[in-house]
């Protein structure tokens, strides 16, 4: 079946530093690609997504490019802040689009 | 939060009880999922419905069981809760499916604890 696997955390940066958060997938078909974060306390919230092979995603400075060739959809942050601390989630959905299969979350935490 | 609330938000229960969590929803959105959360796991799916009195198991559907009566509600029941049912479990709407890959809108989450 598909599945989502994501690096483990938590990643632990300083404010201004560059953010890769790896993501890669296994799945049959073309599925389309998000990543989610969940802020303390909240539910997840959608933060970008590709729905395509070689689509950027990108939001909030985020950006996560659909890799078919390596099966990846790395998310990247140029300059992360303290208010990008929280957890995020790689996700793919089946191609019918009903179900969405989520990666083990990665722990982001930014310091002044 | 995209017009979902779940209730309660937090629960503290025996083993061996009936719990049943509530999903109510004011977007008329047809899709309506439950999740569990758990650490290193993400967020698993235990039940889905695509409209009202359809319903269809997730990945992790066993001790669970749902119902949808009418389009805003959609309620997730531990028949008899155990412990490894301790978890965070989320609510999540999308209005469609298919080529559009509508995103799933999630709720606050309901924390579970069986003792």
């Known amino acids: 079946g598909d599945s989502v696997t994501q690096m483990e955390g938590p990643v632990t940066l300083s404010e201004e530093a560059f953010l890769t958060i790896n993501c890669t997938y296994t799945?049959?078909?073309?599925?389309?690609l998000f990543w989610y974060v969940q802020y303390p306390g909240e539910g997840l919230q959608l933060l970008l997504k590709a729905t395509k092979a070689d689509d950027k995603g990108s939001n909030k400075g985020f950006e996560a490019t659909y890799r078919k060739e390596t099966t990846s959809f790395h998310l990247e942050k140029g300059s992360v802040q303290v208010s990008d601390s929280a957890v995020y989630f790689c996700a793919l959905s089946d191609n019918a689009g009903n179900m969405l299969t989520f990666g083990g979350g990665t722990r982001l935490m930014v310091k002044p | 939060d995209a017009g979902i609330t779940q209730s309660p938000r937090h629960k503290v229960t025996e083993t061996g009880t009936p719990v049943t969590l509530r999903c109510h929803q004011t977007?008329?959105?047809?899709?309506m999922y439950w999740y569990r959360q758990d650490p290193g796991h993400g967020l698993r799916l235990i039940h889905y419905?695509?409209?009202?009195?359809?319903?269809d198991k997730g990945e992790v559907s066993d001790g669970y069981s749902v119902s949808r009566s009418k389009t805003e509600d959609f309620l997730l029941t531990l028949e008899s809760a155990t412990s490894s049912q301790t978890s965070v479990y989320f609510c999540?709407?999308?209005?469609?499916?298919?080529?559009?890959?509508?995103?799933?809108?999630f709720g606050n989450g309901t924390r579970l604890t069986v003792t």
């Open positions: 999540a709407i999308s209005p469609g499916t298919g080529s559009n890959n509508s995103p799933l809108h």
């Open positions: 419905s695509y409209g009202v009195k359809d319903t």
């Open positions: 799945a049959t078909g073309y599925p389309s």
């Open positions: 977007e008329n959105h047809r899709y």
